[in-house]
């Protein structure tokens, strides 16, 4: 199968056109007309993820991050992204176009957090803004909690008084977007990463922040994506790959 087709199904629900006008969403290596049996599924392209599709035999990863994304004059020997092309794998990058799709990203998170009522919010140039209810109203150190739980991660929030019942969600760095959901009428907020000012500026606002992970609030994608593909080409071998870039203690 030509990798032409497998780009052409993602930009049939995820469209690369709508991508963040500062991403690079698309194909990072590689030709159009590969052809490609085995994908493996990966949210980062690292040493490992190439070292796995080597192992696999696969021709091509796909990625949630784009290893070209700021400006590269130089391709250093024993990066992944030179281990990929010498080793003939194509890369292509699904990001922002991943984030901003029904079903993607941002609503994969909020199926982890089991949200009900789920509405698209945008700040103008960001539709990764999900927000949607809980089944119960918690406490903030009850939702804190239920978020760790749920993403098997270690939160950091900010405190409120607030009971909590409407949450807004934006995967992977939002922490900029929490005026954004206590103007939308949420009581807590989840994200990847949140800065000092960005918690200082929830605790102000009396919404919780809960700052959960990069990584783990974007790493389901991998599997949902991988399921999306089997469905639609059965003829395909895919392989999920999952590479934690730091560990709590």
């Known amino acids: 199968m030509k990798l032409k087709v497998i780009y052409d199904y993602i930009d049939s629900f995820a469209p690369y056109s709508t991508q963040w006008s500062r991403d690079n969403s698309g194909l990072q290596t590689g030709s159009f007309d590969d052809d490609i049996s085995r994908i493996v599924i990966s949210l980062d392209l690292t040493l490992g993820a190439v070292a796995f599709a080597r192992e696999k ?10 290893v070209l994304f700021n400006k590269t004059g130089f391709v250093e020997r024993g990066t992944p992204l030179y281990e990929a092309v010498r080793n003939s794998i194509d890369v292509l990058a699904s990001h922002t176009n991943l984030d901003f799709a029904e079903g993607g990203v941002n609503d994969t998170l909020c199926k982890m957090l089991s949200l009900g009522n789920v509405k698209t919010f945008s700040d103008g140039e960001c539709d990764c803004l999900r927000l949607g209810e809980l089944d119960n109203f918690m406490t903030d150190t009850e939702f804190a909690s239920y978020v ?8 950091v929030y900010t405190p409120t008084d607030r009971k909590i019942k ?18 939308f009428g949420a009581d807590a907020f989840v ?4 800065r000092h000012h960005e918690l200082l500026e929830g605790k102000r606002l009396g919404i919780c922040l809960v700052s959960a992970g990069h990584y783990e609030t974007e790493d389901p994608i991998v599997h949902v994506l991988k399921e999306n593909l089997e469905e639609k080409f059965r003829r395909l071998e895919i392989f999920e790959y999952h590479e934690k870039p730091a560990e709590y203690i």
């Open 57 to 66: 035999g696969a021709q091509l990863i796909i990625n949630h991050h784009p």
């Open 148 to 155: 760790s739980g749920k993403l098997s991660t270690h939160c």
């Open 166 to 183: 409407k949450v807004m969600v934006c995967s992977g760095a939002g922490g900029e977007y929490v005026s954004n959901a206590y103007d």
């Open 191 to 194: 994200t990847g990463e949140a």
